[in-house]
């Protein structure tokens, strides 16, 4: 079946720096793809939904110059978490709408960011 | 703007009897839904879903139905086992304003 694969799964950075995160769509051409982000005990918060040769869309609240979202190609879309602050570690998760209508979503195996 | 909602934080019943996980949307826009279940520090896992043009779909243990006039979808998990402990998340689609939406999540926990 279609697979998002998403990496790293983990990454520890200082504070200060960018991590890029990539969420790939494997078998299937995805022109759109969603970047969310869990805190602890709470629910999956939807960032931005990255569209394939245009500007991603944000939702409110998210700073658009902090989290740089890519979506160069059909089968990929980058996250980019920049001058990191220890308030941004997190659990980052990508998902792309599946190929065919109906079928369920599919979801990148997350990415453990720590910011010391 | 909670456009999914499920507003019971938690859920523990015992092991054989059935959980019932409830989830509330007001988009009248959704037109599939889903569910997950979730285990910490992994990306949710897909368990069943429903197009809106039904009102039950069921696969092994879980049942999920879908009231739409009431805006209303439960997931139906009968026996409960303690394997089944885990946060379940679901999740509203609008396939044409390309727009998903989770809810805020429930944690099942099954005693032995």
């Known amino acids: 079946g279609a697979v998002v694969s998403q990496h790293p799964s983990r990454v520890i950075c200082k504070s200060g720096t960018s991590v890029k995160i990539e969420c790939r769509s494997l078998?299937?051409?995805?022109?759109?793809m969603f970047w969310y982000r869990q805190f602890p005990k709470q629910s999956l918060m939807l960032m931005a939904t990255s569209n394939e040769g245009s500007k991603a869309t944000y939702e409110q609240g998210v700073e658009k110059d902090k989290f740089l979202i890519n979506h160069a190609s059909l089968t990929l879309s980058t996250l980019t978490v920049t001058s990191a602050h220890p308030e941004d570690s997190s659990f980052y998760i990508c998902s792309a709408p599946p190929p065919r209508y109906n079928s369920p979503l599919h979801f990148g195996n997350g990415t453990r960011l720590t910011v010391t | 703007d909670q456009q999914v909602k499920q507003n019971s934080p938690s859920l523990s019943v015992q092991e054989g009897r059935i959980s019932i996980l409830n989830c509330d949307y007001t988009n009248s826009m959704f037109d599939y839904f889903l569910w997950y279940k979730k285990y910490p520090a992994e990306g949710p896992t897909f368990l069943i879903s429903i197009s809106s043009i039904k009102d039950k779909n069921e696969d092994g243990r879980f049942t999920v139905f879908l009231n739409k006039s009431a805006k209303h979808l439960s997931l139906h998990i009968v026996p409960s086992q303690p394997g089944d402990s885990a946060v379940y998340f679901c999740a509203a689609i609008s396939y044409n304003n390309n727009d998903m939406r989770f809810g805020a999540g429930t944690r099942l926990t099954v005693k032995p």
């Open positions: 078998d299937f051409q995805a022109t759109t």
